[in-house]
């Protein structure tokens, strides 16, 4: 048949190579590959091995889910059947066996032929198993009627494969080494209905096309080539011929517009599916290649070799989709659809819930679409596979332009009518249908992009040239995958591999720039962009909405940017493409690969305040803020924050915690102490209470930290503020609490030295209590001693030999003991008597610094004293202050100064108020 395609005719267009991305998601070595199959909805390949062996691997961690013996006798056939989580394994023993995948439970095994088995077909709606096998038989297997089989008879020698037509689920094909291939009916189980012979030698693989409406089987024969058959018209189409060895299967992919073969020449060959012609051989030096299995709206391949198997990515896994004005054009292969997104009812739609939107089908665009795009308006798109482009109308998909451009075409829109083609390293400027100007870069090129200025990007650098002249605008020295322009056009996103710019232009120098020919030179304007900043984000797509910049990164969060930090709006379950932004339905559209549409919310009057403030036009943002709807009014108060109006944030946050935060930050102590007073939480008292704390008002942080029960921040308090009260208070809670450190520390500060003894005593810290008595109350160490040797009895009871201590005090002599005595007496009454003041304390260090030892054997009626008058210079007259709550602070700084150099001496331990001091010693 002839038709013609925008003037030319059918058969005079070149062949049309695909542009297909390949890529390897796993490669494990192992013995001989005979069958793999694709989970389709786990990342799992189930692999059957000649060793009698079956595996199943992960191709996103490259490693083994399960792995068990089968049988002694070697694996053939193997399929996943999903609906049961089952697999269905064929050995060499005859037999069939159905294993639990999840728990690898033997479900059933039986003699299924008396031959080897060859291939499986696992029927999609009904309980049925085919299998055929070198007995020349094929069986239908139903798992509902414990396994009864009906028997398929025709072939005159090995049946070595099958396939379920998915076009009409009651048909299935078989080839078999007679060199035919015959079509079922599975209703009626007689003979075949007919035959397709034209091999030349016994075929092995048969397979039928799952996509599109054509009624298209492929056969894979031991004559080195591949068949496509028509199966309406029993007619042989095409016979692919560049193997060198047996055809081991053949495979139409369900998706993209490939048959997949593979050979015993070791290579796997991927043929175009419409023009029938080569498109790449892959050779993984695996030896021979047996199998290969692939699934609908699946991007994987598998292939089984002589040495191990490798799982393919093929593809994208984004959809050949654009928006504008809500309009959505998509492409699969050569169909053009479209959907209108503002058909939809935007209070039916759900975050993250599939939008009810059937694809219409357009036309068909007579090539294999690599990339579409709207123009600015959204009036007609452009359509582009590998060497041709074709423009069309929105409505009615009217052609009104067509043209070549070269091997890797690539088509661009400029803001208007005008559109850029790429040839080779040329780019030709084009308005319709006809060429206004094209001009030859002296450098190769990889792309192009559109938008207020045509770029130009080398493996290095991206060149900005204006539309009408040519002339060049800016040299960037960075490469970008993609580059967006904002809609005014004053703001640019290039996205790089790891990151991206965003960048200001700057319109009118450019224009001044562009008329003045003098100043042009071969790096263009240097103003003509401004850096606004850097993003670290891996951006996958992206569109803009006003100022606003939205986008969709690797780690599939879909944020949004106003300012200077983007805000995440969620985490998208799998990769999909942003599409664009309905203002009508304040939501954003985004669609997976296999063309099925999600939406999430976003407020339009949100973004318009945003950007208001951004603009430091808060008149304006006031007026917008009560078209925001109240359920966004906590991100608007977010934002407020994150952008320093924390004030305004904190008038406007309907969120408690958010409020209490921001008034702590603003160090508004009445309203958080409101705020923690209607929350009733522990957290929020703790909050409140370290804000009083550091503003100095310390009634009100004892009051905050009692109803929070913070035991740490009132020690604290209480030790730097030298209340004793508090301190014997929180002695006797944290007693009761088991908070052991606190307590202790409590009672040594109020010089309990028999309370320290007991805390320790009952902490089971018997050896700390008796050390702890040696340095600070010697009478107190006999009992202790005693205690202490119980516990070593009791440790030590079944061993050869016991230990026990002696008491040191014991041993000593009595004028010693005595000394002993009267030195704790004297500090047991310079602890309990002397009350130190800031301004006393270095007279008292003087004194205390003395050896008491010596000065006891020289008087034995010694007194602690020392000089409490201060000479005149010394005072800081602090008295005439008006500020109370200035002069206790003061006066703790001073003391907690004091604390902190004796501690870090590590001389002597002293009460922060002043009213203890005990020398380690």
């Not at 929020?684 to 503003?695: N, P």
């Not at 010694?862 to 008006?882: G, L, N, Q, R, T």
Request: glycine content about 6%.
């Amino acid at each position: 048949y002839q038709r013609r395609v925008h003037g030319i005719h059918k058969n005079q267009r070149k062949e049309m190579p695909l542009k297909l991305e390949v890529k390897k998601k796993l490669v494990i070595r192992s013995v001989r590959v005979k069958s793999v199959d694709i989970h389709p909805t786990l990342p799992w390949v189930l692999v059957g091995l000649y060793s009698g062996y079956a595996n199943i691997y992960d191709f996103n961690t490259q490693g083994t889910v399960k792995s068990f013996e089968v049988s002694s006798n070697p694996i053939r056939p193997s399929k996943f059947i999903v609906r049961k989580q089952w697999i269905a394994v064929g050995t060499d023993d005859f037999f069939i066996r159905i294993f639990n995948y999840n728990t690898m439970e033997k479900v059933k095994a039986f003699e299924a032929h008396t031959d080897f088995i060859r291939a499986f077909g696992v029927h999609p709606t009904l309980p049925y198993l085919l299998s055929c096998s070198d007995d020349y038989t094929i069986r239908l297997w139903d798992w509902e009627k414990n396994w009864e089989s009906i028997k398929f008879e025709g072939h005159t020698h090995f049946a070595m494969g099958l396939c379920i037509n998915p076009k009409d689920i009651n048909s299935f094909a078989s080839a078999s080494l007679d060199k035919t291939i015959k079509i079922w009916s599975i209703s009626t189980p007689g003979k075949a209905l007919y035959s397709l012979v034209g091999h030349e030698a016994g075929v092995n693989a048969v397979d039928y096309c799952a996509s599109g409406d054509k009624p298209y089987l492929a056969s894979g024969s031991d004559d080195f080539t591949i068949k496509v058959w028509d199966y309406q018209t029993k007619n042989c189409l095409a016979t692919m011929e560049g193997h060198q060895d047996n055809i081991s299967s053949v495979q139409f992919h369900p998706d993209l517009p490939i048959i997949i073969s593979t050979s015993e020449d070791n290579s796997v060959k991927l043929w175009n599916s419409m023009t029938f012609k080569l498109e790449t051989t892959l050779d993984y030096n695996m030896d021979r290649a047996w199998c290969s299995g692939s699934l609908k709206e699946s991007s994987m391949v598998a292939l089984g070799y002589d040495e191990g198997t490798v799982v393919l990515k093929l593809g994208s896994d984004f959809p050949l989709a654009d928006f504008s004005n809500g309009k959505v054009i998509a492409a699969k292969n050569s169909q053009i659809l479209s959907f209108n997104l503002k058909l939809l009812q935007p209070e039916t739609l759900q975050n993250g819930d599939k939008v009810p939107a059937s694809m219409k089908e357009l036309g068909n665009a007579d090539m294999y679409v690599q990339g579409l795009r709207f123009n600015s308006n959204g009036q007609n798109f452009a359509v582009f596979g590998e060497i041709d482009y074709a423009i069309y109308t929105s409505r009615g998909f009217k052609s009104i332009g067509y043209g070549a451009g070269g091997d890797g075409v690539d088509l661009v829109w400029s803001k208007g009518e005008i559109y850029a083609i790429k040839n080779g390293n040329t780019v030709k400027i084009i308005k319709g249908s006809t060429e206004i100007s094209s001009f030859k870069l002296g450098f190769s090129f990889d792309a192009i992009f559109g938008g207020e200025y045509l770029g130009v990007k080398t493996e290095d650098a991206i060149a900005f040239f204006d539309w009408e002249t040519q002339v060049l605008v800016r040299r960037i020295d960075v490469s970008p995958k993609a580059v967006y322009w904002c809609e005014d056009g004053k703001k640019v996103v290039l996205v790089l591999e790891e990151g991206a710019h965003l960048l200001r232009c700057n319109k009118e120098e450019i224009s001044n720039y562009l008329v003045k020919p003098d100043l042009h030179n071969e790096e263009g304007l240097e103003d003509a962009f401004e850096p606004i900043m850097e993003l670290n984000e891996a951006i996958e797509s992206a569109i803009w909405v006003d100022e606003c910049f939205i986008f969709v990164n690797t780690d599939l969060k879909l944020c949004y940017l106003v300012g200077k930090k983007p805000s995440v709006i969620t985490r998208l379950q799998k990769k999909m493409l942003l599409l664009g932004y309905v203002s009508a339905h304040n939501r954003m559209y985004l669609m997976d690969k296999n063309m099925a549409m999600i939406s999430y919310e976003l407020e339009y009057a949100l973004l318009q305040y945003q950007q208001l403030i951004i603009e430091k036009n808060f008149a304006g943002a006031e007026k917008v803020f009560p078209s925001i709807r109240k359920d966004n009014h906590l991100k608007v108060a977010k934002f407020l924050e994150m952008n320093e109006n924390k004030e305004l944030a904190y008038m406007i946050t309907p969120d408690t915690i958010h409020k209490l935060d921001l008034a702590i930050e603003l160090q508004k102590l009445p309203e958080a102490l409101e705020i923690a007073k209607t929350t009733k939480k522990i957290t929020s008292w703790k909050q409140v209470g370290d804000l009083a704390l550091s503003m100095g008002h310390f009634d009100t942080a004892e009051a905050c930290f009692l109803e929070a029960k913070d035991t740490p921040s009132l020690f604290l308090l209480y030790t730097a503020t030298s209340n004793r009260e508090g301190l014997e208070k929180l002695r006797d809670t944290t007693m009761q609490t088991g908070e052991a450190n606190l307590s202790f520390l409590s009672n040594f500060l109020l010089n309990d030295k028999d309370a320290c003894v007991k805390c320790l005593v009952d902490s089971k810290k018997v050896p700390e209590a008796a050390f702890f008595s040696l340095a600070y109350c010697p009478s107190k160490l006999p009992p202790l001693i005693e205690v202490w040797n119980k516990e070593i009895a009791e440790a030590t009871k079944n061993q050869y030999r016991t230990f026990k201590l002696v008491d040191p005090l014991a041993a000593a002599e009595k004028p010693r003991k005595e000394m002993m005595e009267k030195v704790e007496n004297l500090l047991d009454s310079i602890y309990k008597n002397e009350t130190i003041l800031p301004e006393h304390y270095t007279e008292f260090m003087k004194k205390y610094n003395e050896d008491f030892e010596t000065k006891l054997t020289e008087d034995p009626n010694f007194k602690f004293e020392y000089e409490k008058e201060v000479k005149p210079e010394e005072k800081e007259d602090i008295s005439k202050k008006e500020d109370s709550q200035y002069n206790h602070t003061f006066t703790n700084i001073s003391t907690c100064l004091l604390y902190t150099s004796d501690a870090a001496d590590e001389r002597s331990s002293v009460d922060l108020g002043g009213r203890r001091i005990s020398k380690k010693k």
